[in-house]
């Protein structure tokens, strides 16, 4: 079965430094997406990407956090300059089309010390 | 954001009984509605979805029920089993917000052998 994979499943980073989290859709989804959950806390919208751009993003997606999808596969979050509070499980997920099911990634546990 | 709230943090059952998740909701703009089911350290599994055109839908063994008038929606699990031991989150999208998901707060489900 088609699966949304993310990668790694743990980084740790220094406050300050630069990540970049990975995922890979499935391959036949037209629609992206990166959510967050802080530890003990609901799973929040980050940002929505179609079409080779970003049809939406929350409040919680400043200037810190950018999207790509840099090939034909790979669809990567980027935060320029983490916080202490960025720490939380990154999930992707992806939709076949616009108001169908999200199938979400594994995630990717960011711990910034 | 309280747009989507799961009132119940836990809810514990006898294998074979029903379990009955709850979940209300504030935004009348929301269309399409959706049951997640979580793991320990994985993402969030897709289990069922509803549209707002509907006000039940059915698959194996579970059941959602969407009620628009009162702005609630609950999955039944019959019969319940041990392996559906997990945090159920149910989520909403608006059609209009490209399939952006709000989720509540989830509830840990056990099924007691």
């Known amino acids: 079965e088609p699966e949304v994979t993310q990668t790694p499943s743990h980084q740790v980073t220094q406050m300050g430094q630069e990540v970049i989290l990975r995922c890979v859709p499935i391959?036949?989804?037209?629609?992206f997406y990166w959510y967050r959950q802080i530890l003990g806390q609901k799973v929040e919208f980050l940002v929505s990407?179609?079409?080779?751009?970003?049809?939406?993003k929350s409040e919680i997606f400043d200037d810190q956090f950018s999207v790509e999808r840099p090939d034909g596969s790979n669809f990567t979050l980027k935060i320029r300059s983490t916080k202490l509070e960025d720490s939380a499980m990154y999930f992707c997920?992806?939709?076949?089309?616009?108001?169908?099911?999200?199938?979400f990634g594994q995630g990717t546990r960011l711990t910034v010390v | 954001d309280q747009q989507v709230k799961q009132n119940s943090p836990s809810l514990s059952v006898q294998e074979g009984r029903i379990s009955i998740l709850n979940c209300d909701y504030t935004?009348?703009?929301?269309?399409?509605f959706l049951w997640y089911k979580k793991y320990p350290a994985e993402g969030p599994t897709f289990l069922i979805s509803?549209?707002?055109?509907?006000d039940k839908n059915e698959d194996g063994r579970f059941t959602v029920f969407l009620n628009k008038s009162a702005k609630h929606l609950s999955l039944h699990i019959v019969p319940s089993q041990p392996g559906d031991s997990a945090v159920y989150f149910c989520?909403?999208?608006?059609?209009?917000?490209?399939?952006?998901?709000?989720f509540g707060e989830g509830t840990q489900l056990t099924v007691n052998p």
């Open positions: 997920a992806s939709t076949r089309f616009m108001n169908t099911e999200a199938f």
């Open positions: 391959s036949n989804h037209l629609y």
């Open positions: 990407f179609y079409n080779n751009e970003i049809s939406e």
């Open positions: 935004n009348s703009m929301f269309d399409y």
């Open positions: 509803i549209s707002s055109i509907k």
């Open positions: 989520a909403a999208s608006e059609g209009t917000s490209g399939s952006r998901l709000t």
